[in-house]
């Protein structure tokens, strides 16, 4: 017995020491990160309107680890240029123009709101009528509630998935631009619709996360965990883009 339960001490122990181990490494990686999003911030700096514009891409710029606050990726081009070709059919001017002005103008939004006001009603729904997306957006209601304490009170809130379509608009926008298939003048221009659009129809940033979050849990049935730390950087940390800009624009 004695073994045995000196066994499981070192067991214990091992494991424990695992997780620190795993932590202060996830920590060294997200503390390098920072830097490097800093000094690439320091080198292609922007003005602040443009910065401002930028924010409302914020969600998808840091899970894909790049600064929410200059238009240059550290990721290579030509991955950048296979990733967009695959996942958005997007090789060309043409093809970027149609799926900006598909985000824009219509977007998930457009067949999705219906199922959120739904959800948000009580309604139920089989899997073979919504595939995954009830399951996915109560379980988003779940993380969100657990990892960054909002309240049923913030989700009431929110009664559009909109900002699901503006942030991937803002990258969208930039991408192309990275790429040659728009100008950097037109970029602009795409990211202000979307800022404006997101300006008239949110009232926070908190709001706007909420709507991002549900689209990506109804729309594209998929998990908000992966997303949930940038969520909580972007509304917690003193020094980041949403708490520099107001989601309002003048």
């Known amino acids: 017995m004695k073994t045995f339960l000196i066994v499981v001490g070192i067991i214990v122990a091992v494991v424990i020491l695992l997780i620190v181990g795993l932590i202060t490494a996830s920590k060294r990686i997200e503390k390098k990160n920072k830097k490097m999003r800093q000094e690439m911030e320091m080198a292609n700096s922007l003005p602040k309107e443009k910065q401002h514009l930028l924010a409302y891409g914020a969600n998808l710029a840091l899970y894909r680890s790049e600064s929410p606050r200059i238009l240059r990726v550290k990721i290579d081009h030509e991955i950048l240029k296979e990733g967009l070709s695959s996942a958005w059919d997007v090789s060309n001017r043409e093809e970027a123009v149609q799926t900006l002005e598909w985000l824009l103008t219509e977007g998930h939004r457009a067949k999705y709101d219906e199922l959120l006001m739904a959800l948000k009603a009580g309604q139920s729904f089989t899997e073979?009528?919504?595939?995954?997306?009830?399951?996915?957006?109560?379980?988003?209601?779940?993380?969100?509630?657990?990892?960054?304490?909002?309240?049923?009170?913030?989700?009431?809130?929110?009664?559009?998935?909109a900002a699901w379509d503006f942030d991937r608009a803002v990258n969208i926008a930039r991408w192309s631009c990275i790429l040659g298939y728009i100008t950097e003048e037109q970029a602009w221009g795409y990211m202000k619709r979307a800022a404006d659009s997101a300006s008239h129809i949110f009232q926070s940033w908190k709001d706007y996360f909420i709507s991002f979050a549900f689209g990506r849990a109804i729309a594209y049935e998929g998990d908000i965990y992966d997303i949930l730390w940038n969520g909580k950087e972007l509304l917690e940390e003193k020094d980041s883009i949403w708490n520099e800009f107001g989601i309002k624009r003048s």
Do not use: H, P, W
């Open 128 to 161: 073979e009528e919504v595939g995954k997306s009830q399951e996915c957006y109560e379980s988003a209601q779940e993380a969100m509630m657990k990892k960054l304490s909002f309240t049923q009170s913030d989700f009431d809130r929110v009664n559009t998935i």
